[in-house]
């Protein structure tokens, strides 16, 4: 059932928000295995319930979500609940506010029923990096969910919930939402306000969803998008017109096929996407190939400059305000005691690379932000010759856990991170019985062929 | 290491200022806490200045606003692009783990000041004037350390100026002069001592050979006398070490009072990572903000922005066109509010010397008195030309105008009503004159008996106490005349 369906239900008391709520507890509970949750507290659930209740036995509108449980991923505030970024460094913070994000699904008629887990400040591509533990894939046991959205891809997955916030900087939203065989979308960078959300690296950083179908991702995406007095990058722009996009058809839409992707991605991904590609020009869309001769690089530059900026948005962690209490002789000796015990080893390891490179940031920063800026020109180059690009969302398969893949995963969603551009990933079957998605992007602030593009992918 | 002795003269200050002004804005830079939150700790804090997660900076237009007003009182360029960066370090004054400043991309750069020598008017290079953050307040006692951030966020301009000035003396009046700039601009509010304008130095001897010398920096300059003092100290200390060979390192030091102690060598600076600013877009500024900029330079009445410019043009022109002393226009351009009463006030048809001594002498005490401004009172341009209709034409005395100047500057009001209720007219009356004269002569026969067998200074004794029996009410040359009648030996 859509969520537009299941609003309708609640609105018209056919359905109790409360009872969605209690059973989707009940799934909750159920699906505790997975570990996919950070936070719940089901009386805080239910009594957002109750007055959706209230308001559609007033008749009142209560909103194009109404009723719908929603998993919030755990770097995303929402007021007086754990906002603890699956990290033992910020164990205890409880959020001052809630998300403009999340405020606005709740202000839809959202209950934000709980709270998502995730590799530790969002650093990670597995799920396996969190104090609340390692998060199972429902659709692939053995294998991990992906990351860092990885309790919002598993909850909505297993069913637990219908939609889930997460965040993705260079694949966060996309690649667990492929790994777990569900829908996952960014829109331009600066459409969805970030405040409320803790920083990764923010120049990447953007709020996404993830659901169970493109329509779904696209009424969510419809309340997130617009401007925040509290973020001044979130944009004034003309809200876009997703869900109908997305049951439009492609018929006239222009394709193109990276084909530097073709030798990066597993074979096997790599025939899965291009009959993807095939079912679209059946549907009346053309198809052309692409140059990017340097899309290898798009991943060491995103990670040179998203553990630069990570290291910023992470120092404000000192444990002397708020999380895990500092404890130590002076300030220097408290603040090592306090970042050394509250980090795990993955935030480490991207502090310590982050700090190399900012101390060398002529030699070894300033490059990869030129390298950005041409990045992002050749592709914006190459979405003026079409509507949009499809490549596989990971050049591999989900891993089985315990594998390494040296975190490659994400070199091909972080082309659209260093460019802002929309993104959708789409599951396009199995593979080897384990899931598999493609990936649309599509032209700044172009959402709409992106949604276009994902919802005839979907119905192939 | 021993360098040649050259004589101790041969050494050349090269000193440059680098100066932090508060800005008068009612909100912190990137929230909306208040900036005057008194002196209870930790009062105007929010996530944003806290640094909290997902807390994120917005940039406050006042800010941006004054900041461009103090560019054009320097005469500087204001950049139509401009960008923040975050200058990271570790310290528990600063919540985030970096302050926000402009680092590469300042808002303004390039003006001047200029610095009277003899009769020659000498432009002092300012290289940049920029936007940042102040950081929190830490006090140590033996354990612990209290923090307190209701400044941290405050919004402040840093400006640099160019290493020219060559003498301690030289920096001092530049720093006063800058002051002066920033507040008759109204752009800050100029306490020292309440840390609304601090300034760092840079000091280098040059040799005689005019290759440049090592360059000392010294923190922690919070009084035009802590400028030149300090820098004076160093100049010594400089001199000495040179002289006897010794060999300097660059290092910044701070000043304690009575003379500087090292803070750190300067190889041991830490590397500030500096990261452009990805929450804020850049600071773009159209034609109409900085126009606007422009149109609020505070109106002093005689002046233009280019006037502002330079200080001793105002001066110059104020002497000229209002026919006052140098130091009278000193006193009516140190604010721009007491600037503009003196222009009401002319403009309403006061004699330019007669109210600027109003002000320099009998407005200006009031208010330092009370610690006020001038515009926090509701002393208007009408009473001041009152009074002194009032002592032209002979209807109250000087004593008895101060009072009324007193109980206007605090309540208002009119003041020939005043002078009709409390019944405050001179007493012009010779004989009711001659009755007080005699009443206090009656009261103090001893002080009568003392003056009378040679002691004159009791004279001054009598007429306090007539000026008291009349309340002020009888002119002191009136006075004179009776009290000396009085006294005069009975024929």
Request: hydrophobic share 40%.
């Amino acid at each position: 059932m859509s969520l537009t369906e299941l609003a309708a239900q609640v609105q018209s008391q056919s359905q109790s928000a409360r009872s969605l709520s209690e059973a989707a507890l009940a799934r909750l509970e159920a699906a505790s295995g997975l570990k996919a949750t950070a936070w719940c507290v089901p009386d805080a659930a239910l009594i957002q319930a109750d007055a959706l209740d209230r308001l559609c036995g007033m008749q009142k509108d209560a909103g194009p979500l109404a009723g719908v449980p929603v998993a919030i991923k755990a770097n995303i505030a929402v007021e007086g609940m754990p906002m603890d970024c699956a990290s033992a460094s910020l164990q205890g913070y409880k959020a001052p506010a809630t998300a403009r994000a999340a405020y606005l699904l709740q202000n839809a008629g959202a209950v934000l029923l709980c709270g998502a887990n995730m590799d530790e400040l969002a650093i990670g591509t597995t799920g396996q990096h969190s104090v609340h533990g390692a998060t199972g894939n429902p659709l692939a046991p053995g294998h991990v969910p992906g990351g860092s959205s990885s309790g919002s891809a598993a909850l909505v997955a297993a069913g637990v919930v219908p939609l889930a916030l997460g965040t993705d900087s260079g694949g966060s939203v996309r690649q667990p939402a492929a790994w777990c065989g569900v829908v996952g979308a960014v829109g331009t960078w600066g459409r969805v306000s970030r405040s409320g959300v803790m920083a990764h690296a923010s120049s990447f950083d953007r709020v996404g969803v993830l659901s169970q179908s493109v329509a779904d991702a696209a009424l969510a995406m419809e309340i997130l998008s617009g401007p925040d007095s509290q973020d001044a990058s979130a944009a004034e722009r003309d809200l876009p017109v997703l869900l109908k996009a997305a049951s439009s058809g492609v018929e006239g839409m222009k394709i193109g096929v990276l084909k530097q992707a073709q030798a990066m991605a597993d074979a096997s991904v790599w025939e899965a996407t291009q009959a993807t590609v095939e079912g679209l020009q059946s549907q009346g869309a053309t198809v052309k190939v692409l140059s990017l001769p340097e899309l290898e690089l798009a991943l060491p530059c995103y990670r040179v400059l998203a553990a630069v900026e990570a290291i910023s948005n992470l120092a404000r962690i000192d444990g002397m305000r708020f999380g895990l209490k500092a404890q130590g002789e002076g300030f220097h000796q408290a603040l090592a005691q306090a970042r050394s015990t509250g980090f795990g080893p993955g935030v480490k390891e991207r502090l310590l690379l982050g700090s190399y490179l900012a101390e060398h940031s002529a030699d070894l920063v300033e490059p990869s932000r030129r390298l950005r800026a041409f990045l992002k020109l050749a592709l914006f180059q190459l979405l003026g010759q079409v509507d949009a690009i499809v490549m596989p969302t990971t050049p591999g398969l989900p891993l089985a856990v315990g594998q390494q893949d040296g975190g490659t995963s994400d070199a091909f969603t972080v082309l659209s991170s260093l460019a802002g551009v929309p993104s959708i990933s789409v599951p396009i079957g199995r593979v080897q019985g384990l899931p598999v998605g493609a990936q649309v992007l599509s032209r700044l602030w172009d959402e709409r062929s992106a949604f276009r593009l994902a919802g005839a992918m979907e119905s192939l | 290491m021993t360098q040649p002795n050259p004589q101790p003269t041969s050494w050349k200050p090269v000193i440059g200022l680098e100066v932090h002004a508060q800005l008068n804005t009612r909100s912190k830079l990137f929230c909306p806490c208040s900036t005057s939150a008194g002196d209870t700790a930790n009062k105007a804090l929010c996530p944003v200045c806290m640094g909290h997660p997902g807390a994120m900076p917005r940039l406050n237009a006042e800010a941006v606003h004054l900041a461009m007003r103090a560019g054009l009182a320097l005469g500087m360029r204001i950049h139509a692009r401009s960008r923040f960066d975050r200058k990271h370090y570790f310290y528990p004054d600063t919540p985030k783990g970096y302050q926000l400043t402009q680092h590469a991309w300042p808002i303004c750069t390039s003006g001047q000041l200029h610095l009277r020598k003899g009769e020659e008017l000498v432009p002092f290079v300012v290289e940049r004037l920029h936007l940042e953050e102040d950081s929190g307040r830490l006090q140590h006692d033996e354990d612990h350390a209290l923090g307190d951030w209701n400044r941290a966020g405050v919004p402040l301009i840093e400006i640099v100026g160019a290493p020219d000035l060559s003498s301690p003396e030289e920096a001092e009046a530049w720093l006063r002069m800058l002051h002066r700039v920033l507040v008759a601009a109204d752009v800050c509010g100029g306490a020292m001592e309440k840390g609304e304008l601090r300034c760092d130095a840079n000091i280098s001897l040059q040799p005689p050979d005019g290759s440049p010398g090592v360059r000392v920096e010294v923190k922690n300059l919070n009084s035009f006398r802590a400028v030149r003092k300090a820098l004076q100290h160093e100049v010594e200390r400089l001199g000495g070490l040179l002289d006897s060979g010794e060999h300097l390192v660059s290092e910044t030091r701070t000043w304690t009072g009575e003379k500087t102690e090292r803070l750190r060598l300067k190889d041991q600076a830490v590397e500030y990572r500096f990261l452009p600013e990805p929450d804020l877009p850049d600071l773009v500024l159209n034609d109409g903000m900085v126009g606007q900029a422009v149109n609020t330079l505070p109106g002093l009445p005689p002046l233009d922005i280019h006037l502002l410019r330079s200080d001793d043009d105002t001066l110059a022109k104020w002497m000229k066109a209002f026919g006052l002393t140098r130091e009278q226009v000193a006193v009516l351009t140190r604010s721009p509010d007491v600037a503009n009463f003196f222009g009401q006030c002319v403009e309403a048809g006061g004699k330019p010397d007669q109210v600027a001594q109003w002000i320099q002498r009998d407005v200006t005490a009031r208010l330092n008195e009370r610690s006020v401004a001038l515009a926090e009172t509701p002393l208007r341009p009408n009473h001041i030309l009152e009074l002194q209709a009032g002592l032209d034409e002979g209807t109250i005395t000087r004593a008895v105008a101060l009072r009324i100047l007193d109980w206007v500057m605090l309540r208002g009001g009119d003041i020939q009503g005043l002078v009709a209720i409390q019944d405050l007219g001179r007493i012009h009356d010779a004989s009711r004159i001659q009755a007080l004269t005699e009443q206090v002569l009656t009261e103090h026969p001893e002080q009568r008996a003392a003056y009378l067998e040679g002691h004159q200074e009791r004279f001054g004794f009598l007429m306090g106490e007539l000026r008291s029996a009349s309340k002020g009410r009888i002119d002191p040359s009136d006075m004179k005349t009776a009290l000396t009648q009085a006294l005069e030996p009975k024929a």
